[in-house]
């Protein structure tokens, strides 16, 4: 199938290419048709064209091979962060590496989901760990995994296992050693020792009662910039800034501390942890315009599937805004227009379908009115 030479087409095309099956072909078309509505419900009962059955039926139970589709949005997001490196003055951008948690919000009973559902952080359901690529205006949701509660891997322990995994072409062929950012969350020991070891910088946030090696609180120390060690971390050198963040109540600032392994002025710290922001936006997109928390799934196959086709629908959105717009803008996309446009562009023959059933209701309607 031709989709044109846009990038968004490409990839697009791409994935239809890994369905061996016809059936699996159409159903994915219409399964995209709802995700690309940018309404943020991708329900299956809103589906007219298939079933609701069947497309609970795609997400469940039919063999496709969702590795396939994982495998060409990496893929994809290789040649444009590569296109991105020759850019001129690209060099001057480091490829962040940003992770954080997001929690699927989960009701009713979902016994085969039962192992990943846990309460955490006041919410109960599934929570995932986001490993968030970004070079420049290249941003490019990497991997996820599933938190499976106490007891098991921590979302430190699964974000330096997604790092663990990046592939070697990534990391090397960049002239500035790519940035780890991540919250408080994540500075155990094992993450900050990890990170180091596979030559990555690191920022992280960290909580103000954290003692150094010497035993000195995080809270006491006066003076930015200030060289540090941790317990257990004997030989790594740390420099520790903090940040000022305005509450949104009563206007008050609250102090965040953070260590890294950069030592540079503390505005270039304050900056990085403004890029670390870009992952809630993404979370944020992901919810409201391309419904990340509202998947009904009942099979860990489904739920799995459902999120990486939300995150495809993020993909193609974004590739489709890097051929729009020149890479120094700034301005912060209309991801529901975007999105529609990608629907009318790939999904235009179920779009089509639709309108078509619509039109033969309402002319029931209207003869059945005219007959009275």
């Given at each position: 199938?031709?989709?044109?030479?846009?990038?968004?087409?490409?990839?697009?095309?791409?994935?239809?290419?890994?369905?061996?099956?016809?059936?699996?072909?159409?159903?994915?078309?219409?399964?995209?048709?709802?995700?690309?509505?940018?309404?943020?419900?991708?329900?299956?009962?809103?589906?007219?064209?298939?079933?609701?059955?069947?497309?609970?039926?795609?997400?469940?139970?039919?063999?496709?091979?969702?590795?396939?589709?994982?495998?060409?949005?990496?893929?994809h997001a290789l040649d444009e962060l590569e296109r991105f490196r020759r850019v001129p003055y690209s060099h001057q951008q480091r490829l962040e590496l940003i992770v954080d948690m997001t929690s699927l919000h989960k009701e009713g009973k979902f016994e085969q989901l039962a192992p990943w559902i846990h309460h955490f952080n006041g919410v109960n359901g599934v929570h995932l760990v986001v490993l968030y690529l970004c070079h420049g205006s290249r941003r490019f949701p990497w991997?996820?995994?599933?938190?499976?509660?106490?007891?098991?891997?921590?979302?430190?322990?699964?974000?330096?296992?997604?790092l663990i995994r990046l592939p070697d072409e990534l990391i090397k062929r960049h002239s500035r050693v790519p940035l780890v950012l991540a919250d408080a969350g994540f500075c155990s020991k094992a993450f900050l020792a990890g990170v180091v070891q596979l030559g990555l910088e690191v920022s992280v946030t960290i909580p103000g009662n954290r003692v150094t090696a010497q035993g000195r609180p995080i809270g006491q120390v006066t003076r930015q910039r200030q060289a540090i060690t941790l317990p257990g971390l004997?030989?790594?050198?740390?420099?520790?800034?903090?940040?000022?963040?305005?509450?949104?109540?009563?206007?008050?600032?609250?102090?965040?501390?953070?260590?890294?392994?950069?030592?540079?002025?503390?505005?270039?710290?304050?900056?990085?942890?403004?890029?670390?922001?870009?992952?809630?936006?993404?979370?944020?997109?992901?919810?409201?315009?391309?419904?990340?928390?509202?998947?009904?799934?009942?099979?860990?196959?489904?739920?799995?599937?459902?999120?990486?086709?939300c995150f495809l629908s993020y993909v193609l959105c974004h590739l489709e805004i890097l051929e729009d717009a020149p890479a120094s803008s700034k301005i912060w996309p209309d991801w529901r227009a975007v999105a529609q446009r990608l629907r009318q562009k790939y999904c235009g023959l179920v779009r089509l379908s639709e309108l078509r059933r619509e039109i033969q209701t309402i002319e029931a309607v209207l003869d059945s009115v005219l007959l009275i």
């Amino acid at each position: 199938m031709g989709l044109g030479k846009h990038r968004a087409g490409q990839l697009f095309s791409a994935i239809l290419s890994t369905f061996q099956r016809k059936q699996h072909r159409e159903t994915f078309e219409v399964v995209m048709n709802l995700f690309l509505a940018g309404q943020g419900q991708p329900l299956p009962q809103l589906a007219t064209v298939k079933s609701p059955s069947a497309v609970s039926r795609f997400f469940n139970h039919y063999s496709w091979n969702i590795r396939a589709v994982i495998r060409a949005m990496r893929q994809h997001a290789l040649d444009e962060l590569e296109r991105f490196r020759r850019v001129p003055y690209s060099h001057q951008q480091r490829l962040e590496l940003i992770v954080d948690m997001t929690s699927l919000h989960k009701e009713g009973k979902f016994e085969q989901l039962a192992p990943w559902i846990h309460h955490f952080n006041g919410v109960n359901g599934v929570h995932l760990v986001v490993l968030y690529l970004c070079h420049g205006s290249r941003r490019f949701p990497w991997s996820f995994l599933i938190w499976r509660g106490k007891g098991q891997p921590s979302p430190a322990d699964l974000a330096l296992k997604m790092l663990i995994r990046l592939p070697d072409e990534l990391i090397k062929r960049h002239s500035r050693v790519p940035l780890v950012l991540a919250d408080a969350g994540f500075c155990s020991k094992a993450f900050l020792a990890g990170v180091v070891q596979l030559g990555l910088e690191v920022s992280v946030t960290i909580p103000g009662n954290r003692v150094t090696a010497q035993g000195r609180p995080i809270g006491q120390v006066t003076r930015q910039r200030q060289a540090i060690t941790l317990p257990g971390l004997p030989d790594l050198q740390l420099w520790l800034y903090w940040i000022w963040l305005s509450s949104s109540g009563d206007g008050t600032r609250k102090k965040r501390y953070v260590v890294s392994t950069l030592n540079v002025v503390p505005d270039t710290i304050r900056a990085n942890g403004r890029k670390r922001w870009r992952i809630e936006a993404l979370f944020k997109t992901l919810k409201s315009r391309f419904g990340l928390h509202r998947s009904g799934q009942y099979t860990k196959r489904g739920m799995l599937r459902y999120c990486c086709l939300c995150f495809l629908s993020y993909v193609l959105c974004h590739l489709e805004i890097l051929e729009d717009a020149p890479a120094s803008s700034k301005i912060w996309p209309d991801w529901r227009a975007v999105a529609q446009r990608l629907r009318q562009k790939y999904c235009g023959l179920v779009r089509l379908s639709e309108l078509r059933r619509e039109i033969q209701t309402i002319e029931a309607v209207l003869d059945s009115v005219l007959l009275i």
